[in-house]
């Protein structure tokens, strides 16, 4: 079957550095996308890989690993605002996206 | 980037009754476009995806006849949630994909908050 895993919750201090991970098992591999969701709105795009390595984008970094079916967005000098859910998505074989359940990140002061 | 438009917003209805979601891409054409549903505290999952001129595939255990999707052009879809019961509140997402783009990015419209007393 086909499988995405992240973390539930996780708690980080503004200003820090959190890194998300993301283990997926699909039929097929078309790409791996990051979304930020605020409760209460649709997804926003953050970063697509499909290739190994690590895509770095302001604040937000994305690495991937194909061999080992991992990813992880970085958050760098995490502020208040970057309290969302992060979801982990994969194109599989036939471009259909399948979705992680989410990490809900928590910022404190 | 590319925008989706989705309306209402939020809507409220009665048991019973029927509603329709639009779903509009508004700086490109869109062939496909996704239907999400959203319950609290859950992740999407993808209803159907509507393809333009032809009929919509669904998702197993979504029922079509509940559920009518419409694709009549390029930049619309229409999501109509008939006989709609309190179950059926949700948070309904809409996206779609511009083929113009290298990353295969989804775009997602704002998203409809579906209340049925």
């Known amino acids: 079957g086909q499988n995405i895993d992240q973390p539930t919750e996780m708690t980080a201090t503004e200003g820090a550095i959190v890194q998300i991970n993301c283990t997926y098992q699909?039929?097929?591999?078309?790409?791996l996308f990051w979304y930020q969701q605020h409760a209460g709105e649709a997804p926003t795009f953050l970063s697509y890989n499909v290739l190994d390595g690590l895509e770095e984008k302001g604040r937000f970094s994305s690495f991937l690993s194909r061999s080992k079916g991992y990813s992880y967005l970085l958050l760098k000098e995490l502020q208040m605002k970057d309290s969302a859910s992060y979801l982990c998505a994969v194109a599989d074989s036939n471009y259909q996206l399948i979705w992680g359940a989410g990490t809900k990140l928590i910022i404190k002061p | 980037g590319a925008v989706v438009s989705q309306h209402p917003s939020r809507v409220i209805c009665k048991s019973g009754t029927s509603v329709k979601i639009e779903c509009r891409s508004l700086d490109f054409q869109a062939t496909t476009m996704f239907w999400y549903r959203q319950f609290p505290k859950q992740s999407l999952m993808l209803m159907a995806t509507?393809?333009?001129?032809?009929?919509?595939?669904?998702e197993q255990g979504v029922e079509k006849d509940k559920f009518l999707i419409n694709h009549a052009s390029l930049t619309l879809s229409t999501l109509t949630v008939t006989s709609a019961h309190p179950e059926d509140s949700s948070f309904y997402i809409c996206?779609?994909?511009?083929?113009?783009?290298?990353?295969?990015?989804?775009?997602f419209g704002e998203g409809s908050r579906l209340t049925v007393l």
């Open positions: 699909t039929s097929g591999f078309n790409g």
């Open positions: 996206s779609a994909r511009d083929l113009g783009q290298d990353t295969g990015e989804l775009f």
């Open positions: 509507s393809n333009e001129g032809s009929k919509a595939t669904y």
